[in-house]
């Protein structure tokens, strides 16, 4: 059709995951430093049975062992509200929380209530349970599927994302989420956390009760 050869592509309300990799030099002795706080806390580095899932506290945040790891976090975060020319700049870490999933274990699809960003670090990871996924946001989205000749994603309902230990994922804190069962041998480590604008922490109290199948 003449006139549409070429025509422009325009990205409208996309949804964007930032995704960074701490090099070892980096993630080694912070991965060391969360590793052996955790240890201190009494958390289960090992010996979890399969199926088995482990989650700290909800304020490590607060703790200074697990400074190193917020700093990250809240570099994260100033570099996502500066793409996003977001002119409040004020944001505080609302929760942090660990995460120990035992050989077998999956996270189920949910968000993260009240907050703007969510995201996750790696400390411990291993092929088999390296990786994350997102869901389209439009509800709409799988109400037709037509057959494609390949996955992209354009036309994909799920992104699958890969990290690996020293990785860093920052999100909106409304996009579903889900982790496929730990297919190794070993635990998964990692952290989860939320964010909101300073001032509005008052919004961002966890919808769920300690302990009672916090979402990761």
Not at 52 to 72: G, M
Not at 167 to 185: G, K
Request: hydrophobic fraction near 40%; include cysteine.
């Amino acid at each position: 059709m003449a006139g549409f050869e070429r025509p422009d592509l325009l990205q409208i309300f996309p949804s964007y995951v930032w995704r960074g990799q701490l090099k070892p030099e980096e993630y080694g002795p912070l991965n060391a430093g969360l590793l052996g706080a955790l240890a201190a806390m009494g958390a289960p580095l090992e010996g979890l049975k399969p199926g088995e899932n482990w989650q700290s506290a909800h304020d490590l945040q607060d703790k200074k062992e697990f400074q190193p790891l917020t700093e990250w976090v809240n570099a994260a975060a100033a570099h996502a509200l500066d793409y996003l020319k977001v002119a409040q700049t004020q944001i505080a870490i609302t929760g942090c929380w660990a995460n120990i999933n035992a050989p077998g274990t999956p996270h189920r699809l949910h968000s993260h209530r009240n907050n703007f960003l969510s995201g996750a670090y790696y400390v411990r990871t291993q092929e088999g349970a390296d990786s994350i996924n997102f869901f389209d946001p439009r509800p709409q989205a799988g109400v037709i599927r037509p057959p494609v000749t390949q996955m992209t994603p354009e036309n994909t309902e799920m992104v699958v994302l890969k990290v690996g230990e020293g990785s860093l994922l920052l999100f909106p804190a409304w996009l579903q989420h889900s982790v496929d069962a730990n297919r190794s041998a070993r635990p998964r480590i990692s952290f989860s956390f939320n964010l909101m604008f300073a001032g509005f922490e008052a919004l961002a109290r966890p919808g769920w009760t300690p302990g009672k199948g916090a979402p990761a």
